[in-house]
């Protein structure tokens, strides 16, 4: 058991304050706007960096010794692990997890050798999904930690590196099918660029999108029924991320024809590492029908990297919300907490409380979304904002039957135009009686 005296954590809306290892909000089979909340948030824990990472970073080595560790890179451990992980998992009440591949077992010196490493922890994954119900939201390769990827996966200046990429993809894709997974995801750690004296774009961008295509094929050959997944981000490893953003993903998509094959999976961390606001590539990727899933986490904008907290921050998780409940949910995908207790938080009691604490933000981030969209107020605002294109000339500019000259007519005869204030403020305060 691990670890002894913490079990399964209890709904409790009546908590003290310093009761934190208990759900305030967060009530599984609540019902909010015809769906549980079970439903609505479809939470996930993330094997990486709740079972893989132990508080290390660029400036340390790591602070964390969990329970189970025995300090190898063992096959026996690795299924250690993973017990002790389904074990977190019935205790949290979570219905899915996610993982990499080289998250579940060791790298062996050969492909071989490495692939039935793999193969013997996924048989382990698999009677541990059945006996606890837990689901796979999504799988996904580790395409950039080994040194063979410096220069990239699907973009390295070596085709026999994104060959040897496209092999473990081509695992990869069966340990999907194998256990279940909802959906897979890419994540180009590395498909970037340092500086462009040495670089060819054009040719990197054509080469992962026909690795894209080789994976599209052989999901078909082999009946992956899953959702493919994108997952932008502006910087690190590299100084430019070829995926910077999901306006940028959505551009790349469409400029290859690969649009109706991926939808994006979104982590708000990266979109504030490309400059925008926490919710922009949630919003901007749903208005778009191409918001597949969501890793939820946080960071520090003042630190300027890539930090992995916990979601904690209630109009966040409002913002968020309110987007996944306007587009009737987010299924395939979830709420995937892609996110890391501190290097100073080393208690196993500690990695309990970040996601129970998690949960709860987006279970009241749900609850505001549904009082907003229920009572319609901010809507109407919004609505009345944008009154003039509903009729004339607006409503002809929308839908493209207007012509300059037609313009032109109209504005010798009403005159210069005298925009309505935004009255962003107004919005702000509406918002915030909500949260």
Known sequence: MYPPGIGKVE????????????????????????????????????????????????????????????????????????????????????????????????????????????DEVIDLAAGLQKKTGVKLLWATCNLFSHPRYMHGAGTSCDAHVTAFAAAQLKKGLEVAVRLGAENFVFWGGREGYHSLLNTDVKADLDHLAAFYNMAIAYKEKIGFKGQFLIEPKAKEPTRHQYDFDAQTVMSFLHQYGLTKHFKLNIEPNHT???????????????????????????????????????????????????????????????????????????????????????????????KNAANIISEGVLQKSLNTRYLSWNSGTGARIASGEATLEECEKFIMECGNPNPASGRQEHFEAMFNHYI
């Open 11 to 118: 709904y409790k809306p009546d908590a003290s304050a310093s009761e934190t290892l208990v759900f305030r909000h967060y009530d599984s089979q609540q019902e909010i706007l015809g769906k549980t909340m079970e439903d609505w948030l479809r939470f996930s824990v993330c094997y990486w960096h709740s079972f893989r990472g132990l508080g290390s970073d660029p400036f340390g080595s790591g602070t964390i010794k969990r329970p189970w560790e025995d300090d190898t890179d063992s096959l026996n451990n690795a299924k250690r692990r993973l017990r002790a992980a389904f074990e977190f998992f019935s205790k949290l009440g979570n219905k899915y997890w996610t993982f990499h591949d080289r998250d579940l077992a060791p790298e062996g010196e050969t492909l071989a050798e490495t692939n039935s490493n793999l």
């Open 272 to 366: 504030t590492l490309a400059g925008h606001p926490y919710e922009h590539d949630v919003i901007f990727s749903s208005a778009y029908g191409m918001l597949g899933s969501v890793d939820a986490n946080t960071g520090s904008p003042d630190l300027g990297w890539d930090t992995d907290q916990f979601p904690m921050d209630i109009r966040s998780c409002t913002m968020v919300m309110r987007t996944v409940v306007e587009q009737g949910g987010i299924a395939p995908g979830g709420l995937n907490f892609d996110a890391k207790v501190r290097r100073e938080s080393t208690e196993l009691r500690d990695l309990f409380i970040a996601h129970a604490g998690a949960m709860d933000s987006f279970a009241r981030g749900l």
